[in-house]
């Protein structure tokens, strides 16, 4: 087939071995995909076999996760029409060839998931004034670049050794993501970020970066992700978020920012997933955040956040349905960002990093199936006051906790229709009353903590309840000395519902005693107001009535009178005798 121009093999994982010898006649190829195929083999080798006369044709080769291993070729840049070179998930190592800058067409180069060593600098870059998307994370190569390198479109080289601050001048006016996570950046974040017109993703989780972020201007932001997670920035919550009314994705978390939550946080009305975990801050939670509509994850513990839970949460339509497409919320896979310079739509993965939640009593990683997590995560604070019945209203939630608080009252009933719940923690409050019977309806359930409170009553049972925590179930229920019954040592009495009310064969002779009773003290009433009714208003009755008890007082004085007589003779004549 010498007038082939494409060929794509990808997602075939029982493809092996090498480029066959008669590839070679291809001439006019331009397009080569094999992702996703088991070629493995060394990458020098392989492009080889490729057809020398489409060399300079060829504009795309897509070669990732092919297990391939080896270094890059040297003469890579004799492919001089290239625009699309992707070996990412590999296993290649060695340096990045020199050749590489020869590649004036290329707008698109993924080298990230491998072992690739040595340095990529200005020489490699510098000619690539057209590149839109450069990968380089996962690897171990040092970047150096100097202050006239133009950032591409997007830039991700997470997870390597950066270890210079960001420059405090960054000329990047096409930088819609810059993606450095997992690196040793020091510093602080540079004022000149506020520059980047069309920045939409910037993650500069897991640094050592330090200080107040910058305040910038109202209209020069457009993020729609901001990941700062686990540095050491401090000062209060962010002011020119305010302006941010596209952010979907906010991650502050393990950091040291300080002060109130502002009511404004209303105001971000796109935003999807909220982590202020491990912080500093203080005060109320606004009862504005309930105003997000699209929230589904809200991560605010480990802080000092004092006062009650806002009572309306069930506006928070997010939380409020199950099994949610993602295409609905703003987290719709892919983030898409226009580039004028381009001229078309590129898509961007929206999340590329392994997120910790903490749920069913550890902390699990999430990547992709983050955007599925409906979570609400408010412990280890100050919080007071009742656990709001709304809750109920959210029956998207597959995590709940509380714990580590001084709420105080009964545990909502309404918990029991959260039938996507699966992980539910309470503990560690000063909750009291029975546990109600509706949570054993929690089928999904895999993690359960309501130990520490002050309930009482007897334990529910049910099919899913009984077969948590299999090796040591009583921990579930621990430190609340007014429970009884399975799995905890101390029984119930009989006479114990599992809601505490006494029942019994005595408590049923009794209330039935008390009916019988009580119907004969009604039935008494009602028959002398009768006859009373009857002899007010009828004459005759009343006459009839009269002499009729005269007559019966006749007759009984006079059977006293002779009674008497006969016994007192009867007396007189023995004692004579």
Known sequence: ????????????????????????????????????TNLGGDITEQMERLPRCAWDKLQALNLDATNMTGNLPVWLGNMTNLMDFSVSGNQLSGPVPLGLGALTKLTVLYLGQNNLTGIISEGHLANLRNMVILDLSYTYLKVVVGSTWTPPFKLDISRNFLSAPLPSDLQAPELAALVLFSNYIPGSVPLSICDLQILAILDLSNNLLVGELPQCRVASLGISTLLLENNSLSGEFPSFLRSCTKITFLDLARNNFHGSLPKWIGDLSSLVIFRLRSNMFSGQIPSEITELEDLQYLDLAKNNISGIIPQSLATLKGMSSENQDPRQTGLNGPF??????????????????????????????????????????????????????????????????????????????????????????????????????????????????????????????????????????????????????????????????????????????????MSFTLGIIVGFLLGLWLVFCALLFKKTWRIAYFRLFDNLYDRAYVFVVVSWALWFRQASASSST
């Open 1 to 36: 087939m010498t007038a082939l121009q494409v060929l794509d093999m990808q997602d075939n994982d029982n493809i092996t071995g090498m480029f066959p010898p008669t590839l070679k006649n291809l001439c006019n190829l331009q397009e080569v995909v094999f992702t996703g």
């Open 336 to 513: 898409v960002q226009t580039s004028e310079r381009f001229g078309e739509v590129m898509e961007f993965e929206w999340y590329d990093d392994s997120l910790f939640v903490a749920i069913k009593g550890r902390e699990l990683p999430y990547s992709s199936q983050l955007k599925y997590m409906v979570s609400i995560d408010l412990s280890s604070n100050n919080l007071v006051g009742n656990v709001p019945e709304e809750v109920g209203s959210l029956i998207g939630l597959i995590n709940l906790n509380l714990s580590f608080n001084q709420l105080t009252g009964n545990i909502p009933y309404q918990i029991g229709v959260l039938q996507s719940l699966e992980s539910l923690d309470l503990s560690h409050n000063q909750l009291s009353g029975e546990i109600p019977q509706t949570l054993s309806n929690l089928t999904s359930l895999g993690e359960f903590n309501l130990s520490y409170n002050n309930l009482s009553g007897r334990i529910p049972s049910g099919p899913q309840l009984n077969t948590l925590h299999t090796d040591d179930p009583a921990s579930m229920y621990i430190g609340n000395t007014g429970l009884c019954g399975h799995p905890l040592p101390n029984n119930c009495s009989e006479n114990e519902t599992p809601h505490g009310h006494p029942i019994g064969e005595d408590n049923n002779v009794w209330s039935t005693e």
